[in-house]
T-cell receptor, first 114, second 113 residues
Framework: AQSVSQHNHHVILSEAASLELGCNYSYGGTVNLFWYVQYPGQHLQLLLKYFSGDPLVKGIKGFEAEFIKSKFSFNLRKPSVQWSDTAEYFCAVNPHNAGNMLTFGGGTRLMVKP | DVKVTQSSRYLVKRTGEKVFLECVQDMDHENMFWYRQDPGLGLRLIYFSYDVKMKEKGDIPEGYSVSREKKERFSLILESASTNQTSMYLC????????????FGPGTRLTVT
């Protein structure tokens, strides 16, 4: 079975620091890739997605992610975090032959200190 | 805006009780999903449905069943609740042609004592 790994479970940063959250998956074929975010007390929402084309995708709130096929990775980045970025971030993978199924990583809790 | 609502934010049930979790979406989405969210494990798919009366097992269907009698409503049923089913339950929906972009409800935190 395929898996999605987020190696950092908890990250604490100061405002203006740069962020990179790792995501690796085990599936070898073509995949669609996602990052979802859950702000405290709010619904899980889509941050950005990659289906094909430019491997560097930009999402909302200044986030971007880079798909590196050779490394089976889809890391999330932001050059300068804000206190309002405090949230839990989930990477998710959908193989092209898996229909509607998404497999989520374990999540990374980010705390940004003001 | 897509709206996915869940019947309860918090629920406390006793071991052995039958539990119903309800989810309603208002955007005429074909697909609906039930996940459970546990710390360190992320979201795990329990069941999903791609049409009325249609259902597919996800990764962890044991101990759960589902019902989809109307397009907008997807119910998760715990026939006999157990303490290891204490968790956060999330419902999601999506369109068929945007099947991978899922919209989530606020979640139901279920505690089984």
């Amino acid at each position: 079975a395929q898996s999605v790994s987020q190696h950092n479970h908890h990250v604490i940063l100061s405002e203006a620091a740069s962020l990179e959250l790792g995501c690796n998956y085990s599936y070898g074929g073509t995949v669609n890739l996602f990052w979802y975010v859950q702000y405290p007390g709010q619904h899980l929402q889509l941050l950005l997605k990659y289906f094909s084309g430019d491997p560097l995708v930009k999402g909302i709130k200044g986030f971007e992610a880079e798909f590196i096929k050779s490394k089976f990775s889809f890391n999330l980045r932001k050059p300068s975090v804000q206190w309002s970025d405090t949230a839990e971030y989930f990477c998710a993978v959908n193989p092209h032959n898996a229909g509607n199924m998404l497999t989520f990583g374990g999540g990374t809790r980010l705390m940004v200190k003001p | 805006d897509v709206k996915v609502t869940q019947s309860s934010r918090y629920l406390v049930k006793r071991t052995g009780e039958k539990v119903f979790l309800e989810c309603v979406q208002d955007m005429d989405h074909e697909n609906m999903f039930w996940y459970r969210q546990d710390p360190g494990l992320g979201l795990r798919l329990i069941y999903f449905s791609y049409d009325v009366k249609m259902k597919e097992k996800g990764d962890i269907p044991e101990g759960y069943s589902v019902s989809r009698e109307k397009k907008e409503r997807f119910s998760l049923i715990l026939e006999s609740a157990s303490t290891n089913q204490t968790s956060m339950y999330l419902c999601a929906s999506s369109r068929t042609h945007q099947v991978y972009e899922q919209y989530f409800g606020p979640g139901t935190r279920l505690t089984v004592t």
